[in-house]
């Protein structure tokens, strides 16, 4: 918290030097962490949805061969629930993958899957989705 002059000489006036808690409310300085929590926990719970749904629709309803073959890993959210991080990797052959045109395929379904989401959850605005695609090897490449 800044403080102005006026009152960083009174404080001092009183006292021998300043922390950082110095003139916060005490009833600010001592409540419980239940916003934050609360946020988190319903951040989770959109992730745990989205990645269900997610799973589900890659794993066959996009009609798509080269998105049957992914599985979701992990949904984070990037930096909060209005952004979340899609992180899949691919379960077919190494042979038979080929890293930009599932990319590609991905971000053209990008549109579908988010539509897919905010069917599944109950929220004003869907998140908008970025991914992260895993090869079979484990390699990694973020596309957004």
């Given at each position: 918290?800044?403080?102005?002059?006026?009152?960083?000489?009174q404080?001092?006036?009183?006292?021998?030097?300043?922390?950082?808690?110095?003139?916060?409310?005490?009833?600010?300085?001592?409540?419980?962490?239940?916003?934050?929590?609360?946020?988190?926990?319903?951040a989770?719970?959109?992730?745990?949805?989205?990645?269900?749904?997610?799973?589900?629709?890659?794993?066959?309803?996009?009609g798509?061969?080269?998105?049957?073959?992914?599985?979701?890993?992990?949904?984070?959210?990037?930096p909060?629930?209005?952004?979340?991080?899609?992180?899949?990797?691919?379960?077919?052959a190494?042979?038979?993958?080929?890293?930009?045109?599932?990319?590609?395929?991905?971000?053209?379904?990008?549109?579908r899957?988010?539509?897919?989401?905010?069917?599944?959850?109950?929220?004003?605005?869907?998140?908008t989705l970025?991914?992260?695609l895993?090869?079979?090897?484990?390699?990694?490449?973020?596309?957004?």
């Amino acid at each position: 918290m800044a403080l102005d002059k006026r009152t960083r000489e009174q404080m001092l006036a009183m006292c021998g030097e300043i922390h950082e808690d110095d003139g916060v409310d005490p009833r600010e300085f001592f409540k419980s962490g239940r916003g934050p929590r609360k946020q988190d926990h319903k951040a989770r719970q959109l992730c745990r949805q989205a990645a269900a749904t997610l799973d589900q629709v890659l794993s066959g309803e996009t009609g798509d061969d080269r998105l049957a073959c992914l599985r979701v890993v992990s949904v984070q959210p990037a930096p909060d629930a209005s952004r979340l991080l899609v992180t899949v990797v691919a379960t077919c052959a190494a042979v038979d993958f080929c890293r930009d045109a599932t990319a590609a395929h991905l971000q053209g379904s990008a549109g579908r899957l988010r539509t897919a989401v905010a069917a599944a959850i109950t929220r004003r605005k869907a998140p908008t989705l970025a991914f992260v695609l895993l090869g079979p090897d484990g390699e990694e490449a973020q596309h957004g």
